[in-house]
């Protein structure tokens, strides 16, 4: 997958009304693309309006709470936001850390299918395999103290400080 002209000139038009430059990409996927910038941040611009209203109104719930740790894992920072553009400007956090809350439901928890006996903690279990427990406090941590579930944690969303499960859009390896 490729990232879209249009991500990338709505990328150039943020950081050109910031003052800043585009150093590189982090990530892309499904939701976006994310680029480091020269503030330095991590620069996230959404594919579409709904997942660009999710994730922001996710960073700016964590930023009136102050979160920026849950369960031992970095959550980073909001600095800005532009709706016009869908763009959010986070810092860039180390290992371990939780990024990418497009998918985020707030407030009630979702519902989980379990099928042919597996629970949400056995999906977490095959997902994470060896950090499963830390998943799933993280999980429950962020559930309890900010009202943000986040079901579709995966290994581009959650690094660990070991290198374990994969990486992440707008974190940086140690």
Do not use: C
């Not at 480091?36 to 996710?58: C, F, G, Q, W």
């Not at 740790?69 to 600095?79: C, K, Q, T, V, Y």
Request: aromatic share 10%; net charge negative; glycine share 6%.
């Amino acid at each position: 997958m490729a990232i879209s002209p249009d991500l990338t000139a709505r990328a150039h038009q943020y950081v050109d009304s910031q003052q800043i430059a585009v150093e590189g990409i982090l990530g892309y996927g499904k939701d976006g693309a994310v680029w480091r910038t020269s503030r330095p941040s991590a620069l996230k611009i959404h594919v579409t309006n709904e997942s660009y209203m999710i994730e922001r109104d996710a960073y700016i719930r964590l930023s009136q709470l102050n979160v920026v740790e849950i369960a031992g894992f970095s959550i980073p920072m909001l600095f800005r936001h532009d709706d016009d553009l869908m763009a959010i400007e986070i810092s860039i956090v180390k290992p371990p850390f939780l990024v990418d809350f497009a998918s985020a439901i707030f407030d009630e928890p979702p519902d989980f299918i379990e099928d042919e006996g597996n629970t949400f903690a056995d999906f977490m279990r095959f997902r994470f395999d060896e950090h499963a427990d830390a998943v799933l406090a993280l999980y429950y941590e962020l559930a309890s103290s900010t009202g943000i579930y986040l079901p579709d944690m995966h290994s581009e969303n959650v690094k660990f400080a070991d290198g374990g499960s994969g990486g992440s859009s707008a974190g940086e390896a140690s």
